[in-house]
């Protein structure tokens, strides 16, 4: 059982999972805020 855990903790250095699982949390909490933006704003006439 060790083995696996050895093997699980190896792949998560060798493709940085970690990296890509913060990427992707401040890409979601990015596009709230784009979301709320414009829900607030109005978005007629936000790209002019």
């Given at each position: 059982?060790?083995?696996?855990?050895?093997?699980?903790?190896?792949?998560?250095?060798?493709?940085?999972?970690?990296?890509?699982?913060?990427?992707?949390?401040?890409?979601?909490?990015?596009?709230?805020?784009?979301?709320?933006?414009?829900?607030?704003?109005?978005?007629?006439?936000a790209?002019?």
């Amino acid at each position: 059982m060790s083995g696996l855990i050895v093997e699980f903790l190896e792949f998560l250095k060798e493709y940085k999972v970690v990296a890509l699982a913060v990427a992707f949390i401040i890409g979601v909490a990015a596009t709230s805020l784009v979301k709320y933006y414009h829900a607030f704003r109005g978005s007629a006439g936000a790209f002019r």
